[in-house]
């Protein structure tokens, strides 16, 4: 799986559609420091803040590799707002706007025998050709990649992002975005449609081994070997690492002031993508730079 369709499986949500408190000592006598600092989970301090937490999520997961954890849901429970990627629900006839083609069709990006390929490709994933006639077909290629992300993993995929904001609305958590769902498409419509169209087709003609590297993505996540981890995700990219600066390290440097501003007014929970945690422009870093104190926390399961 490459940084392309990590960054995209959040887009690809967008598609698819009350317990005790615990008290602060109390959870603070749970907590123990994660060693090497393998840790999804951080505790952010100083400055004067409420004491908050960052989560690195994997935006689809197989059900085998998922743990939405107690100790999560308590950290969820007792924030004043949850602060995530995108907390807008979208809007389908816009985003059917930002999604089509300006003029002519996909297949003006694929020869003859490519599109008998791709239109293959999305038979054995039981989309038919009349859906793609009716779908993919006058819409940019970012679409078909999201069809094309979403077959690398089995059945119904669980959802770190959308299970941490039903579970905080349900709690009456306030939920708080960082971007719009038009942004996060925006950044795609920084690739050219031949580009992504050339992506779309690789992925296809190497889905095995792409599922492969899925499977292996998974597990180092679930097992927080952060070390392999977001090195997996970089190698696996070399198409897209030009653009790491509009994928990553420019959205993390935005991100940065809203959560500052957000942690002076609340008790935080963030939840983004993990590959945006690490690394020297990764938001833990520019959060240290801040001035704060961010501690591993050791992720327990249940």
């Not at 290629?141 to 039903?166: C, H, N, R």
Request: net charge negative.
């Amino acid at each position: 799986m490459t940084l392309i369709k990590y960054c995209l499986s959040f887009l690809v949500l967008l598609f698819i559609n009350a317990c005790a408190t615990v008290s602060d000592n109390s959870n603070s006598k749970e907590e123990v420091i994660a060693k090497n600092e393998k840790s999804l989970l951080w505790k952010i301090e100083g400055k004067g803040i409420k004491p908050s937490y960052i989560f690195g999520t994997m935006h689809l997961i197989n059900a085998e590799y998922y743990n939405f954890s107690t100790q999560l849901k308590r950290a969820i429970e007792k924030s004043d707002a949850v602060i995530v990627e995108v907390s807008e629900a979208p809007d389908p006839l816009a985003m059917f706007e930002l999604l089509k083609l300006d003029s002519g069709t996909i297949a003006q990006f694929y020869t003859a025998e490519e599109l008998a390929e791709v239109i293959q490709y999305l038979n054995d994933n039981n989309v038919s050709t009349v859906v793609y006639e009716q779908v993919y077909s006058t819409m940019k290629p970012f679409l078909l990649l999201q069809a094309i992300t979403q077959s690398f993993f089995d059945g119904a995929p669980k959802s770190y992002d959308l299970d941490i904001m039903e579970y905080a609305k349900n709690n009456k958590v306030a939920l708080v975005g960082l971007e719009t769902y038009a942004q996060q498409i925006g950044f795609f419509d920084a690739i050219s449609n031949q580009a992504v169209a050339d992506i779309c087709l690789e992925s296809i003609r190497n889905h095995e081994k792409e599922k492969k590297s899925t499977v292996e993505l998974m597990e180092l996540y679930a097992n927080q070997k952060i070390d392999k981890l977001i090195p997996m995700l970089k190698k696996e990219s070399p198409e897209i690492m030009d653009f790491e600066e509009i994928f990553l390290t420019q959205r993390n440097l935005n991100w940065i002031p809203k959560l500052v501003d957000q942690f002076n007014k609340d008790k935080c929970f963030v939840a983004v993508g993990a590959a945006h945690l690490f690394d020297d422009n990764g938001i833990l870093a520019l959060l240290k730079k801040e001035g704060y104190q961010l501690t591993p926390i050791l992720m327990k399961t249940d």
